[in-house]
């Protein structure tokens, strides 16, 4: 009930393309949802979070979209750039717990 | 504002020593977590500090120790190294608790390579 599971493992993208990480989530007290961007040798850096009471939330290129039913939320990356290419971690935290996922590699080809 | 800041960056310890590793929250934070990432293996919880008190706790053995200042600031000790401590360790600091909803800001860690 804990978990939140994330996929896919990696992911390649051609440069202008549209990258999408899934997360899937058991514990309905969870009400906090950010994703993480972590660059090879630096600390994961928050990128975008959404609270249940909003479908989709946009900054920029990244939108993340959420279905509170299916308790499912998803990290879409538009136009995705080679400087995009990083490891990206979900998270769910509410009811004193926070959950990672386990990562997603991320590289986009140019 | 000075982010959570992590130190030493970068060690080297000799399998059978131990390591304390230090972490500067952002100011005003209260909370404080640790993590521990290797390769392939993602973010594994070791501890959340919150007013000076642990509040949660990962799965690791009893080799792994933290404690948290009256200042928020935080240590983490590792005793009796073992190659497979080698990893990043990372720090992470939020307003209040983690559960409660609130953003958690990461330090850029502490490489430790244990040999």
């Known amino acids: 009930q804990q978990q939140v599971k994330q996929s896919p493992q990696s992911l390649i993208v051609q440069k202008g393309g549209i990258s999408i990480i899934n997360c899937a989530y058991e514990?309905?007290?969870?009400?906090?949802f950010p994703w993480y961007q972590q660059f090879p040798g630096k600390g994961p850096a928050l990128l975008i979070a959404?609270?249940?009471?909003?479908s989709e939330k946009k900054e920029g290129r990244f939108t993340i979209s959420f279905n509170k039913s299916a308790k499912q939320f998803s990290l879409h990356i538009m136009d995705s750039q080679p400087g995009d290419s990083a490891t990206y971690f979900c998270?769910?935290?509410?009811?004193?717990?926070?959950?990672f996922g386990a990562g997603t590699i991320l590289r986009v080809k140019s | 504002k000075a982010g959570v800041t992590q130190t030493p960056r970068y060690l080297i310890k000799t399998r059978g020593q131990q390591v304390t590793l230090s972490c500067s929250p952002i100011?005003?934070?209260?909370?404080v977590s640790w993590y521990q990432q290797t390769p392939g293996q993602g973010l594994q919880f070791l501890f959340e500090?919150?007013?000076?008190?642990q509040r949660n706790k990962g799965n690791f053995p009893g080799r792994f120790s933290g404690r948290q200042f009256s200042n928020s600031r935080s240590e983490m000790n590792v005793s009796t190294l073992e190659l497979g401590d080698s990893a990043l360790y990372l720090c992470?600091?939020?307003?209040?608790?983690w559960g409660d909803g609130n953003t958690i800001y990461f330090g850029e860690g502490s490489w430790l390579t244990v040999v």
């Open positions: 992470a600091s939020s307003l209040s608790r």
């Open positions: 514990n309905t007290a969870f009400d906090y």
């Open positions: 959404i609270r249940p009471d909003v």
């Open positions: 998270a769910a935290s509410g009811g004193n717990k926070l959950v």
């Open positions: 100011s005003g934070h209260r909370s």
């Open positions: 500090y919150f007013s000076e008190t």
